[in-house]
Nanobody
Framework: QVQLVESGGGLVQAGGSLRLSCAAT?????MDWYRQAPGKQRDFVAS???????NYADSVKGRFTISRDNAKNTVYLQMNSLKLEDTGVYYC?????????WGKGTLVTVSS
């Protein structure tokens, strides 16, 4: 059983930056960030393979950067130029066959 714990969320003004972290208790292959805005479905934000290949949602390209430290089993999400619509609970997801593992999320609130 792998556990994921997110941290780094908080309140930030539009245009500001935050860095989220997700620490896993085991080795995972692909690791992703998702977010869920109030009243909306959970959406994909970014992913990174164990080898470092990345993928981003169009809405965050050029503003967010996903990275990972395999030695620490930790994935990061650097969020710059934050917008009001980036507000939501950010969840970390990791894949280790045969299943996904999810964290409990960290809240990011972007204010005007």
């Amino acid at each position: 059983q792998v556990q994921l714990v997110e941290s780094g969320g908080g309140l930030v003004q539009a245009g500001g930056s935050l860095r989220l972290s997700c620490a896993a208790t085991g080795i995972l292959n692909a690791m992703d960030w998702y977010r869920q805005a109030p009243g909306k479905q959970r959406d994909f934000v970014a992913s990174i393979t164990r080898g470092g290949s990345t993928n981003y949602a169009d809405s965050v390209k050029g503003r967010f950067t996903i990275s990972r430290d395999n030695a620490k089993n930790t994935v990061y999400l650097q969020m710059n130029s934050l917008k009001l619509e980036d507000t939501g609970v950010y969840y970390c997801k990791g894949w280790l066959a045969p299943r996904d593992y999810w964290g409990k999320g960290t809240l990011v609130t972007v204010s005007s």
